[in-house]
């Protein structure tokens, strides 16, 4: 069975630093995979969503990109804000619509 | 237009009754998904709906849990005879399922917090 894990399960930057976040599965046959973003009480919103053909995509301050054959994403957020404070969370498409999401990472942007 | 909308946004029910959670999909998104998620914890995947297909149930975690989808759109997970350890966040997800599945991005609901005393 996929198992999608993501570490740090937390981390607290101070606003302006760039950083990383890892998410790692254990079955490369996978479709695509999707970076969500979930903010306290509410539903996932999905920011980057990469082809499992595609290395990396990008959408402002956000870059995802994707190493299938070693089962590995990052999502690399530039000159962060606190607004991007929130949770975020991967997930990989195996077989038709069967999606695992990881546990995700709980960001605190520090003003 | 419109994103997939929840109701009730926040349900405190006691043990021992049934409940009802309901989902709005994006119009036109033929796939709609539900989730739990427990406090702290990631999404457990319940059921899977795909147009007028036999839903995908291998989440649902007993008997008590089961869902329709009618009409290929409006969805409802009912949890009977609820225990506290139902308590938890229940998330509608809903995406297209066209030429292209690679471009069909999940979109989610604001979810129901379901309280169980």
């Known amino acids: 069975k996929q198992e999608v894990t993501q570490i740090p399960a937390a981390l607290s930057v101070p606003e302006g630093e760039n950083l990383v976040l890892n998410c790692s599965f254990t079955?490369?046959?996978?479709?695509?995979l999707q970076w969500f973003r979930q903010d306290p009480g509410k539903g996932l919103t999905s920011l980057l969503l990469?082809?499992?053909?595609?290395r990396e995509q990008t959408s402002g301050r956000l870059n995802a990109s994707l190493d299938k054959s070693s089962g590995r994403s990052t999502l690399y957020i530039a000159a962060s804000q606190p607004g991007d404070s929130a949770t975020y969370l991967c997930a990989v498409e195996e077989n038709f619509n069967k999606f695992y999401f990881g546990s995700g990472t709980k960001l605190n942007v520090k003003p | 237009g419109a994103g997939v909308s929840q109701s009730p946004s926040n349900k405190v029910t006691e043990k021992g009754k049934d409940v009802e959670l309901r989902c709005d999909p994006i119009?036109?998104?033929?796939?709609l998904y539900w989730y739990r998620q427990r406090l702290g914890q990631g999404l457990e995947f319940l059921i899977y709906?795909?147009?007028?297909?036999?839903?995908?149930k291998s989440g649902l975690p007993s008997d008590r849990f089961s869902a329709e989808r009618t009409g290929g759109s409006v969805s409802t997970l009912t949890i009977q005879r609820t225990q506290q350890e139902d308590s938890a966040v229940y998330l509608c997800?809903?995406?297209?399922?066209?030429?292209?599945?690679?471009?069909?991005?999940?979109?989610f609901g604001n979810g129901t917090r379901l309280t169980v005393t």
């Open positions: 997800a809903s995406s297209l399922v066209g030429g292209s599945r690679y471009n069909s991005p999940l979109h």
């Open positions: 079955d490369s046959a996978i479709y695509n």
């Open positions: 709906f795909q147009g007028n297909s036999a839903p995908d």
């Open positions: 990469i082809q499992s053909s595609q």
């Open positions: 119009s036109g998104h033929t796939a």
